[in-house]
């Protein structure tokens, strides 16, 4: 699941168990970006693949890079990658945030019947005419995007995470 990297290999399979990854519904996540300078927080829902190969399409809802963050205004880049589906064309673009990204908002996807919707406080940030239709797992993370540095571990806040299923 995932595929980005040609030098990994699965060394020991273990059996498929997907407790939550709907084809379509909708997820909420609340969170505080970091503010450590040279890093990411990102939230994603990406195919499983465990149908086929090409279910692999991502529904990104934001990545904020913590330089891009003041406390006035933030920038995040949102929409959907196509990964290794040849039924999705890449659609990133970089939205403007009235806010400060280091405190607690509300990111909202609503996806299914050829459509995502991505907005953040209730505000529609992206609609996008296509949607992936199979199983997607929801990842949250953070990423040292720049060279190492400053103090470990680095860090953000997840407040609340709620998903539902059509």
């Given at each position: 699941?995932?595929?980005?990297?040609?030098?990994?290999?699965?060394?020991?399979?273990?059996?498929?168990?997907?407790?939550?990854?709907?084809?379509?519904?909708?997820?909420?996540?609340?969170?505080?970006a970091?503010r450590?300078?040279?890093?990411?927080?990102?939230?994603?829902l990406?195919g499983?693949?465990?149908l086929?190969?090409?279910?692999?399409?991502?529904?990104?809802l934001?990545?904020?890079?913590?330089?891009?963050?003041?406390?006035?205004?933030?920038?995040?880049?949102?929409?959907?990658?196509?990964?290794?589906d040849?039924?999705?064309?890449?659609?990133?673009?970089?939205?403007?945030l009235?806010?400060?990204?280091?405190?607690?908002?509300?990111?909202?996807?609503v996806?299914?019947?050829?459509?995502?919707?991505?907005?953040?406080?209730?505000?529609?940030?992206r609609?996008?005419?296509?949607?992936?239709?199979?199983?997607?797992?929801?990842?949250?993370?953070?990423?040292?995007?720049?060279?190492?540095?400053?103090?470990?571990?680095?860090?953000?806040?997840v407040?609340?995470?709620?998903?539902?299923?059509e």
């Open positions: 699941m995932h595929r980005h990297r040609t030098d990994l290999a699965v060394r020991t399979e273990t059996p498929t168990s997907l407790l939550f990854a709907p084809a379509r519904g909708r997820v909420d996540v609340t969170l505080s970091t450590d300078s040279g890093c990411m927080v990102a939230a994603w990406v499983t693949e465990h086929s190969p090409e279910d692999s399409g991502e529904i990104c934001f990545e904020i890079d913590a330089d891009a963050v003041t406390a006035t205004a933030a920038r995040a880049r949102s929409g959907i990658k196509a990964h290794h040849p039924r999705l064309a890449t659609d990133m673009t970089e939205v403007a009235p806010f400060d990204a280091g405190r607690p908002h509300t990111w909202t996807v996806w299914g019947a050829g459509e995502t919707i991505i907005g953040c406080e209730g505000v529609v940030l609609r996008l005419e296509q949607a992936p239709d199979y199983p997607l797992a929801l990842m949250i993370d953070i990423f040292e995007v720049d060279a190492p540095g400053g103090s470990y571990p680095k860090s953000f806040v407040h609340r995470v709620r998903g539902w299923s």
